[in-house]
């Protein structure tokens, strides 16, 4: 407990702290941007706007989530920090537990906080905000997955953070197909399915993700 604490705390202080604040930044600005700009897109018709802005909230936040990529596990793999903890006996699966709870709380909670003025801009209801605030919780962990498993995958490729984003769009689509989806039924059947979705997904990436890296390690 007091490695996994000390592991998290690091990846924290990576994530938030440094000249990496600003960059942690980047997904909630972008978020917000977005949530400015669709008005403008559409034009200011509140109906319009009440009606497909939590669709929006949640294409927003599948794009907010490809920004940090870049980020997670690279500079780490480049300096030979898995390698280190490969000697002292410390498992690829628990180092990417820690990144991947770290990585959620980067991004995760930040959105849903963003997600309330989003809100305000686009005419949401409350009844339909409290929908996309379950959904984004039960959805974020499973982008912060799908987001891990890739940045593993393509660590150490030339062009990998172009190729993460590619690859992330289209295995979120569930995500965003049950979590949107729930917005339109008005029940929490699609928040269930995207919670199962984002649970399985965070069971399998400390295993999909350590593979990654010792395969990259060993290439």
């Known amino acids: 407990m007091n490695l996994f604490a000390a592991l998290l705390l690091r990846d924290l202080g990576q994530m938030f702290g440094g000249g990496r604040r600003g960059a942690t930044l980047l997904p909630v600005l972008f978020f917000i941007a977005v949530a400015m700009l669709y008005p403008f897109a559409v034009g200011p018709a509140p109906e319009l706007l009440a009606r ?3 669709g929006v909230i949640w294409v927003a936040a599948l794009l907010a989530s490809i920004l940090p ?5 690279q500079s780490d793999v480049e300096r030979g920090f898995f390698d280190q903890l490969y000697l002292r006996g410390i498992s690829e699966e628990l180092v990417v537990t820690v ?4 990585h959620w ?7 849903m906080v963003a997600a309330i003025p989003a809100a305000a801009l686009l005419g949401i209801n409350g009844q339909t905000l409290r929908t996309v605030e379950l959904g984004l919780l039960a959805g974020t962990p499973g982008l912060a997955a799908i ?13 990998g953070a172009a190729l993460s984003g590619l ?16 917005l339109s039924t008005g029940g929490d059947s699609g928040i269930a399915l995207t919670a199962a979705i984002s649970l399985l997904l965070v069971a399998i990436t400390p295993f999909a993700g350590g593979a ?5 390690r060993e290439s």
């Open 69 to 73: 990529l870049d980020r997670l596990l």
């Open 147 to 159: 987001g891990l498993i890739i940045a593993a995958l393509t660590v150490g490729m030339r062009g």
């Open 212 to 216: 990654a890296i010792r395969a990259a």
């Open 167 to 182: 690859l992330l769009i289209p295995l979120a689509v569930p995500l965003l197909v049950f979590g949107a989806g729930a």
């Open 99 to 102: 990144r991947l709870l770290a």
């Open 52 to 54: 497909t802005g939590g």
């Open 105 to 111: 709380l980067s991004f995760g909670p930040p959105l």
